[in-house]
């Protein structure tokens, strides 16, 4: 029980690390605004995807940058001794709050929710 307490508060500080950090999408005015359109939203594993009619150019940006936060993942998941699935998941609940009302999301079911 003890490894696994250290396990998830490990965890959560790379996790709060990451939380802090400038997000992905951060300076991209083409990501930023196809997530305030609902072409784009946050996926409860912690990458981006298209919710509707993405151009080839939006869906290659998303692409992009799920791969950037794949790395970061990996990193976590390294650092920490967990699975990359663990710390993707943690941090799409994370970038799902920080969602603006009318932003989308997807959730466990794989449905596509306006916050």
């Known amino acids: ?52 009619n993405a151009d080839a150019a939006v869906t290659r940006k998303v692409q992009d940058i799920n791969n950037r936060r794949r790395a970061v993942y990996e990193q976590t998941a390294k650092e920490n001794r967990t699975t990359v699935q663990i710390v993707a998941q943690l941090a799409g609940e994370k970038q799902i709050t920080k969602l603006e009302p009318g932003q989308f999301y997807m959730d466990e079911s794989g449905s596509w929710q306006a916050k």
Do not use: C, Q
């Open 1 to 52: 029980m003890t490894a696994l307490r250290t396990l998830l508060i490990s965890i959560s500080l790379a996790l709060a690390a990451f939380a802090f950090a400038p997000p992905a999408t951060a300076g991209d005015p083409v990501i930023d605004a196809a997530i305030a359109s609902g072409t784009v939203g946050e996926r409860i594993d912690g990458y981006l995807g298209v919710v509707s």
